[in-house]
């Protein structure tokens, strides 16, 4: 099973299936053949991508005609997840930077 990143619906998908360029999520309605939706897709690589032989897609939201693609085989982070780490460690951050008082 794979899960579209933008809404967490959830899409059938086995090793070696295609999914097509124009499918897209049930529920939201997004490209699912799409950068972002990629296993490969890393914003901190080059290019964006950790599949080196794949050529430079400009808008990674839309569906395109990579051959390398692969749907991402977990449901995506909770967007709450996130803002919870950084809460933190500007806590722990600003608490380094605080005068004692004695």
Same mark, same amino acid.
């Given at each position: 099973?794979?899960?579209?990143?933008?809404?967490?619906?959830?899409?059938?998908?086995?090793?070696?299936?295609?999914?097509?360029?124009?499918?897209?999520?049930?529920?939201?309605?997004?490209?699912?053949?799409?950068?972002? /939706?990629?296993?490969?897709? &890393?914003? !901190? =690589?080059?290019? $964006?991508?950790?599949?080196?032989?794949?050529?430079?897609?400009?808008?990674?939201?839309?569906?395109?005609?990579?051959?390398?693609?692969?749907?991402?085989?977990?449901?995506?982070?909770?967007?709450?997840?996130? /803002?919870?780490?950084?809460? &933190?460690? !500007? =806590?722990?951050? $600003?608490?380094?930077?605080?005068?004692?008082?004695?």
């Amino acid at each position: 099973m794979s899960w579209c990143q933008k809404c967490g619906e959830e899409f059938p998908y086995r090793s070696g299936d295609v999914v097509g360029r124009t499918k897209t999520c049930a529920r939201c309605n997004v490209d699912l053949h799409a950068c972002v /939706q990629c296993d490969h897709h &890393d914003p !901190r =690589s080059n290019n $964006e991508c950790r599949e080196p032989n794949s050529d430079r897609v400009e808008n990674r939201t839309a569906s395109n005609f990579c051959d390398f693609y692969r749907p991402k085989a977990k449901p995506p982070a909770t967007r709450g997840a996130g /803002q919870g780490k950084e809460a &933190d460690a !500007r =806590s722990k951050l $600003e608490g380094l930077f605080r005068k004692k008082e004695s």
